[in-house]
């Protein structure tokens, strides 16, 4: 049976790590809250208490990597005060699936926010320089981990995550002379992201960069007007502005390569009738 290490079982690794269970895979998966380990378990998931720093510590890290395919869900976060801690993060798992002798595959969520804001058609495959340190750093991983000679990656480049418990919001809702009404959103349902990650292991692909966004990029405007008038909020108010160069981030590349077919290609629409709860709900995640 093929193995399958999610290292971090948050929002997104726990609902893939349910779904790759669902497809017949030995799944193990890591959590640095000691709480979430029975509910994981429950759910079917060999799982761990790892904390990854300059180096992965825990019991059982060598168990944890004694898999064929690793997936780190390990979220860049915005209170890092030095990008590189991220870096030397990712480094200390690289290192870990390189002294294993059974890792043979690495997928890496990464971010759209590597491109450039105003890029325009953000393509995997053409060259671009981040806009900041954040995004150039991400980049730096992307190819440290292509590049590895002891095993083979792939590089999801996820657009902003939304679904259960992360609904597409209204935080906007109330606030007036807002700019960038025009600029197209980029964002993808969770089981788009699951359903990509899951294509890429049962495809056997590697040594790609695929993007992870919806086939339709509303407006601002559009999208969180939308989102405020479902939640009873008032609409946000938006300044008069010539349509301008944004970002818009191709999904043609899933779509070919992999054949993947979204399940949720407008997010408009799950604003406008919220898309059912997720199939494979999270409980305490
Ligand atoms: N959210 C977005 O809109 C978005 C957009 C683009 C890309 N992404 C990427 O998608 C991935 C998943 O995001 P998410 O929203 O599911 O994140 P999340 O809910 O915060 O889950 C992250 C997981 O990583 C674990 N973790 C965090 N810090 C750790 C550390 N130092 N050592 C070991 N484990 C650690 C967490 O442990 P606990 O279980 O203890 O919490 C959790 O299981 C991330 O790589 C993120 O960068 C997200």
Known sequence: ????????????????????????YFVKGSTTTLEKIPVLKKAGIFSLYLQVNGVVVGEGVEDFFKSQIVIITLPFRRDFLDPRDY?????????ECEKSAQVKRVIFTSSTSVYPDQIGTALE??????????????????????????FSSTIVRFAGLYGPKRKIGGFLAGKKELSGGNNRVNLIHRDDAVGII??????GVGGEIFNGCSDIHPTRNELYTAAAKA???????????????????????????????????????????????????????
Request: charged share 25%; proline share 4%.
């Open 1 to 24: 049976m093929i193995s399958v290490s999610v290292l971090g079982c948050g929002w997104l690794g726990f609902s893939l790590a349910q779904a790759l269970l669902n497809e017949g």
């Open 231 to 285: 939640m009873g909020l008032t609409v946000p108010e938006f300044c008069d502005e010539a349509e301008t160069v944004s970002k818009i981030v191709s999904n043609e590349k899933v779509k070919k390569i992999l054949g993947y077919k979204f399940i949720h290609p407008d997010p408009l629409q799950d604003v406008a009738s919220p898309c059912e709860e997720s199939r494979r709900d999270d409980v305490a995640i």
């Open 198 to 203: 899951a294509a890429i292991i049962r495809q």
């Open 87 to 95: 870096q030397k993060q990712i480094r200390a798992i690289i290192f």
């Open 125 to 150: 495959d053409v060259a671009f320089s981040p806009d900041d340190n954040r995004g150039k750093v991400l980049r730096e991983i992307e190819k440290e981990l292509l590049g590895n000679t002891h």
